[in-house]
């Protein structure tokens, strides 16, 4: 059954909006006056409330659908802010500076009015730019009145008033999950994240500062990006993991074409992957491109031996067999060679998954990983998904740092640092 109230100047104004929206069918259930609440609420004039039922699932599905799409419409309003915000680095501040808002009082000759007084920070950009989004958003969410009505039970009123705005957020909270679900963020991690929010968030709260305690928290659940810097002395050692198919070749290709051409820096490249001879000779190629040292190691002892002949390189970036993560004897040879230059050089080790896997498959692939060594994540094969919600599922499974993705196959354009700002923008129902 749908439930739900409509506000007019006069109740048939009311009714006949109610089954404008929801059918001729709708049973009116309850008539009352009711004020609006807010901001000059006492030029707001008074206007008629009616509850209507309607006892139709199909009409309730189509209804909340419309709420998706609406929020949708207003999330996507704040892409725009977030984009120029971002260029002045507005919301790694964010992170770090809660909003403060206070209301003061001020005495005119004819008129009070209700100013809000925020610190003196460039949060107060972010505020004023979305100022029209909470509008937007009542607008959906409740009916507008545009003339006065005579005060009728003003304690009722003022009560009646807080649940409605009461309610509004908790519609606007669950508008919110749903959209992280749809992007196929984990339904556990969606609650959690909503339901730390709505608990600081107190009744009456404004759409836009309910947002950026949204966005805020998730910004610092992902973390900064953490990427391959040099190493104190000496050349860094940089393994590559994952299983088969995830793009884990040419992902090498393209931070090594980022070192050496753009940067400068001397590289080399060996592969342990002497299981797929095309593998090999797919980054023999890209090294012959680069013209950069290229190697392959079969023994733990050719592998010290290449770090001595490369030690005065600043990376030595290294391939790895794809295998399933199943296969315990590939596994335990694959820890052996990463564990075998412990104690002699820098090391790192970055495990390569592809954002089109499956949540419970990504899973089962940290965990076997996770036995072997500490590792950062690549996501690779962004532009062949719709929903990032993957990389927010893995993160907080992991609690593993997020340091490159890729989004297509050109060496070496496809590739940048894990940009945490634009990734809950599009979990949260924006455009990438």
């Given at each position: ?133 909470q ?6 969410l409740?009916p ?17 008033g ?9 519609t ?18 969606a ?30 659940k ?20 994952g ?18 051409v ?23 190629t ?32 290294v ?99 894990f ?14």
């Amino acid at each position: 059954m749908i439930i739900k109230k409509f506000q007019a100047k006069t109740e048939s104004e009311a009714i006949e909006a109610a089954k404008k929206e929801l059918g001729l069918n709708v049973v009116v259930m309850n008539v009352r006056n009711v004020k609006k609440k807010g901001i000059f609420s006492f030029l707001k004039p008074q206007v008629v409330e009616v509850t209507v039922a309607l006892e139709d699932d199909t009409d309730r599905a189509i209804q909340e659908k419309a709420n998706v799409r609406n929020i949708t419409e207003a999330l996507g309003k704040v892409n725009s802010i977030v984009e120029k915000s971002e260029k002045s680095d507005h919301f790694d501040r964010l992170a770090g500076a809660p909003i403060n808002i206070r209301e003061k009082e001020r005495e005119d000759e004819d008129t009070k009015s209700v100013t809000y007084e925020r610190p003196a920070s460039k949060s107060s950009i972010l505020e004023e730019k979305i100022e029209s989004l909470q509008n937007l958003l009542e607008g959906k969410l409740s009916p507008e009145s545009d003339k006065r009505e005579k005060e009728n039970d003003k304690n009722s009123i003022e009560e009646s008033g807080k649940e409605e705005k009461d309610d509004e957020l908790t519609t606007f909270f669950n508008l919110l999950k749903t959209t992280l679900v749809d992007n196929e963020v984990n339904e556990e991690y969606a609650n959690s994240i909503i339901e730390e929010t709505r608990r600081t968030t107190k009744a009456g709260t404004p759409f836009d500062i309910a947002l950026a305690g949204i966005y805020q928290k998730m910004i610092l659940k992902f973390g900064k990006a953490s990427v391959i810097t040099p190493g104190e002395n000496g050349p860094k050692l940089v393994f590559f993991v994952g299983p088969t198919g995830v793009g884990k070749t040419t992902t090498i290709a393209k931070i090594a074409s980022k070192f050496s051409v753009e940067q400068k820096k001397k590289i080399a490249l060996l592969t342990a992957d002497t299981y797929r001879i095309a593998a090999a000779e797919q980054l023999r190629t890209y090294a012959t491109i680069l013209e950069v040292p290229f190697r392959i190691i079969y023994t733990i002892e050719e592998m010290e031996g290449a770090l001595d002949d490369f030690r005065d390189f600043d990376y030595v970036l290294v391939d790895t067999a794809g295998h399933s993560h199943q296969n315990s004897e590939q596994k335990n040879i694959m820890g052996d060679f990463i564990h075998s230059v412990d104690g002699i050089v820098e090391k790192e080790v970055y495990l390569v998954v592809s954002s089109t896997t499956n949540y419970r498959d990504l899973k089962s692939i940290a965990d076997a990983y996770t036995e072997i060594t500490d590792y950062k994540l690549i996501f690779t094969k962004l532009d062949e998904t719709t929903a990032l919600g993957n990389l927010l599922n893995l993160k907080l499974y992991t609690d593993a740092s997020l340091s490159y993705v890729t989004c297509g196959q050109n060496v070496p354009d496809d590739i940048e640092e894990f940009n945490a700002q634009r990734t809950v923008k599009n979990l949260l129902g924006g455009k990438r």
